[in-house]
C-alpha cells in the first residue's frame, strides 16, 4: 500500500521499508527517512521523528512486520532465526517501551503479537496486511470522526487546538485536526488558532503547517494566551487529542490540554476531545494511572535546536502530557460514536454496540 504524500505524510510502507516523514525538522525541512528494522522503528518514535498516539502506533505496527523480515530471514543479510518466535517477543518488547504515554503503541503491538499464533507459515504476509489495515483503519476512522464532530460546532464559532492532532499524528488527516477540516469544508468556522505548544511546539511548527498547506487560516497563539482568547469570545469550542483515555473517561493529552480544559469551562467554552477507540485503555480505570512521560530538562532550556535561552543553573520538569478530568470534557468523539458528558458506564457502553 503506497499512499499519496498528501493523505498520509507521516507515515508510508512500500512494501519492504518504512517511509518516515523527520517531523522534528518540520516546517523547515521536508526530510523522508527510511527504516529498515525495528530498532530503527523504536528510535524513530523514541526520538519524536513520528509521533502522535495514532501514528506511534501505525508505525510499531509496521516495525513489527521489519522485526518479522529480519528474524524470519526475508532479508538477504540477514539468516532465519530457529528460535524466532522468542526473538520477535524481545523486538515487541524493544518496540512497546519506546514511549510510555500513547496506549496505541501497546495496542497496536498486542494486535501483531497475536498473528504470531498462527506460526511461521505465511507469517510475514499476515503482519504486512495487519499493518496496513491497522494503518488504512486509522485513516477511516479520522474521516467518521471528522464528520461526527464538525456535526457538534455550530457555524461561526471559533476553535482553538492544542499541540498536532492531524495528519501528522495519526494515518491520515486527523483526530482534533480531523474535526476541524471537516468543519471548514462544511463552512462552519469563523476562525482557527492554535496554542504554540511549548516545548516541543508542536502547534506552531506541525499544526500550523497542516492547516496551511490545507490553505486554513490559523492563528497561533502562546499557550498561556488561551484563556484571554476565551474572555474574549473568540472560540466556542476547543478541540484536541488524546493519547490515552481511562474507562472512566479521563483523558490524557499534550501538557497544557489540563489548562485549557479548565479555562474553557471557566469561560463557557466547549471543550471536544477526538480520538479512535485504540486510544481507550479500558486496562485504565482512573487517569491517575495513566503513565505521564516526562523528558529531558534540554527541551525546556533551549527553543528546539537553538542555543541556552534558560538561565544557567535552574532545573527543570519537563512532564509532556497531562491527564484532564472528565467533567471537564463535554464530548468525546470516536469512530464508533459520540460520548456525551463522559463517564465509566458511557465509555464502556462504546464497546458494547
Ligand atoms: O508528544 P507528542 O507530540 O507525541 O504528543 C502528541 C499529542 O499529545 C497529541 O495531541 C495526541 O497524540 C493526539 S494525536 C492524534
Redesign the pocket.
Known sequence: MMMDRKESPAIQWDGEQLILLDQRLLPQEEIYLTIQDVEGAADAIRS?VV????A?GITAAYGVVLAARNRLGVDAAAPACVAWRSALEDDLDELSQA?PT?INLHWAIERMRLLLDGGEEGLLERLQREAEQIHQEDIDACKTMGRLGAAYIESGSGVLT????GAL??GGY???LGVIRAAWEEKRLSAVYADETRP?L?GARLTAWELIRDQIPVSLLADGASSWLMKQKKVQWVV????RIAANGDVA??IGTYAAAIAARYHGVKFMVV?PTSTIDRAVPHGDQIPIEVRESQELFACLEGGRIAAQDASGWNP??DVTPAELVDVIVTEKGVVEKPNREKIAALFET
Open positions: 519524536m509521533r502522535g498516539a495514532p506511534i514511549r500513547a492544542h499541540c498536532n492532532a499524528a495519526t486527523g483526530t482534533a516541543w508542536q484536541v487529542g488524546s493519547d493529552n499534550k480520538a509532556v502530557f
